[in-house]
């Protein structure tokens, strides 16, 4: 295996595991293979954050967590006691999902101003917005990725993988173009190989959330050994 390419990929995994029946030992399986390949993070529900942050002690793996997810119905208040805890708990990424319907509606203040209550909350932890773009024109991705660059997060990010389809080529491209060279952009979803992973950063994406993290490292590896 080619260990430069694959050590680079695998720092922009956020290792992922949001299915709602995942029990303790599944999360700890989970940070063992995180640890294998040395994955970014691995991103789990708020409730499996401690255990999965007493697991990856020592390590430089870190824990990330979703909060408004995956509806995005920007209930601040909520979501800042949620941030709160999960912070407490071990994680040090915040994966929120922007305020659907304020969106829509192009209550775009509304929207900023949600993001900007959990990037308080989060207190210098990274934050990344969610904007779902499988629900909007390629005009406004544009401007959601326009709010959340504004509302000083870390990261815009494409999709939870709870809606019509995951990110797209296209839409990781437009968003990359939108905010620039130094802003962060997530691809996430619908991300189950290698070459998935590999076009996505092409496009512009310097994190990648999937499922299939140990699959995409395996397939590299097997292709590397031919």
Not at 16 to 24: F, P, S, V
Not at 28 to 39: M, N, V
Request: proline share 1%; aromatic share 6%.
């Amino acid at each position: 295996m080619n260990h430069s390419i694959s050590k680079k990929i695998a720092d922009l995994i956020d290792y992922t595991l949001l299915t709602k029946d995942a029990n303790g030992e599944d999360h700890i399986k989970l940070c063992r293979t995180a640890k294998k390949w040395g994955f970014r993070t691995v991103c789990v529900y708020p409730n499996f954050v401690e255990l999965c942050a007493e697991q990856l002690e020592g390590t430089s793996i870190e824990v990330c967590t979703v909060v408004d997810f995956p509806n995005g119905e920007g209930d601040i208040t909520n979501n800042v006691v949620d941030v709160a805890m999960a912070a407490s708990d071990g994680a040090m990424e915040i994966d929120m999902v922007m305020d659907i319907e304020a969106f829509r509606q192009k209550d775009y203040e509304k929207v900023s101003a949600g993001i900007i209550n959990i990037i308080e909350a989060a207190e210098g932890r990274i934050i990344k917005v969610i904007i779902e773009s499988c629900l909007w024109t390629d005009e406004e991705i544009k401007i959601a990725c326009e709010v959340v660059q504004g509302s000083s997060a870390q990261f815009v990010k494409s999709s939870t993988g709870f809606s019509t389809h995951g990110a797209t080529i296209d839409h990781i491209r437009i968003m990359r173009e939108t905010v620039g060279d130094l802003f962060g952009v997530k691809a996430s979803s619908g991300i189950k190989s290698f070459d998935d992973a590999l076009k996505m950063i092409k496009a512009g994406a310097n994190r990648i959330g999937t499922s299939s993290g140990d699959e995409i490292m395996k397939t590299e590896k097997l292709k590397s050994e031919d």
